[in-house]
């Protein structure tokens, strides 16, 4: 299996990186491309909801 890595750049900002984490946790779970949007994860995201809390909501199965 091809791994695609990420190396952020100084210029991505933390909703940047917590958009991205969630889209490859949701493809790892078998979700397609566009199944959440960035206007979805801005509010939980500025209300400081984990990664974790996100994708448990969404019924990604975290942790496994």
Do not use: H, W
Not at 32 to 61: K, N
Request: hydrophobic share 35%; proline share 5%; aromatic share 14%.
């Amino acid at each position: 299996m091809d791994r695609m890595y990420y190396f952020p750049s100084k210029n991505d900002s933390g909703f940047s990186t917590f958009s991205r984490r969630i889209n490859e946790q949701l493809q790892l779970g078998g979700f397609d491309d566009g199944f959440v949007d960035d206007e979805t994860l801005l509010p939980l995201y500025r209300m400081g909801e984990s990664e974790t809390y996100v994708l448990s909501a969404l019924g990604c199965p975290v942790g496994m």
